[in-house]
């Protein structure tokens, strides 16, 4: 239980001059503008120690009230790979033929995705990304709050940091996947929240060709 206040210490950034941080910025958008969702893996392998590195700064992420209330999974053993696979592909299968609406459907269409999902197999890590409503504290459940923005979050800083180190993910949502709790043997308080391959682009990858919305699309400056 948190019942004192966390001691203030000083803070402070770099300074950094106005024209560096016009480099920067632009260099930092050029970087993550080359991001894609990356549907063909390579099996080449991916060190444990990069993994961690790339969760140690999702989870650098704000959260409500400072509770980080995620657990990373990363799995590489090959049979957990397959039971996940086979279990994604059986739920994406009733997704395809009878969950989804033909909006949905039409809306996919253009990114040619189906109910196969070989890439659970063949990347080299599965990231599984749970989130915790609640946990227990010295016999006590603590609530945590803003679960779901505090977990976005943490996902996004998880894939800037994939992206970052030259390596490509794809944020798969199978549905429902409760599935993943049972297979990874995760507690009541835990529930699936993103599943993440991570790993190198297979050598003949090919990503849909599409174009991002515009400035004007997505900002409103009022002055
Ligand atoms: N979960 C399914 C369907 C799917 C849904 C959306 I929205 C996507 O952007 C992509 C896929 C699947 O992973 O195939």
């Known amino acids: 239980m948190q019942d004192s206040h966390y001691p203030h210490i000083p803070y402070s950034q770099p300074e950094i001059y106005a024209e560096e941080q016009l480099t920067r910025s632009r260099d930092f958008l050029q970087l993550m503008e080359q991001r894609r969702s990356v549907r063909f893996f390579s099996d080449k392998p991916v060190s444990k120690e990069l993994m961690e590195n790339l969760v140690m700064t999702a989870s650098s992420a704000p959260s409500g009230a400072h ?7 990363l799995v590489s053993n090959p049979d957990l790979k397959k039971q996940i696979r086979e279990a994604a592909e059986k ?19 253009p990114i040619g995705t189906d109910w196969h999902k070989p890439f659970l197999e063949i990347a080299p890590w599965l990231v599984i990304v749970f989130k915790k ?13 803003y679960v779901n923005e505090s977990v976005g ?7 800037a ?7 490509a993910a794809l944020t798969h949502t199978p549905s429902p996947m409760d599935f993943l709790s049972r297979i990874l043997d995760r507690p009541a308080n835990e529930r699936p929240f993103l599943l993440i391959p991570v790993g190198y682009p ?22």
């Open 67 to 73: 509770k980080q209330p995620w657990t990373f999974v």
């Open 161 to 167: 940091a994939v992206h970052q180190a030259g390596l």
């Open 153 to 159: 979050l943490a996902c996004g800083f998880f894939l």
């Open 133 to 145: 409503a609640w946990e227990e504290v010295g016999g006590e459940k603590h609530k945590n709050y």
């Open 202 to 223: 297979a050598q003949d990858c090919t990503v849909p060709d599409l174009k991002r919305k515009g400035l004007d699309e997505v900002m409103v400056i009022r002055t």
């Open 91 to 109: 739920e994406e299968y009733e997704s395809y033929h009878h969950r989804m609406t033909e909006e949905w459907l039409r809306d996919l269409a």
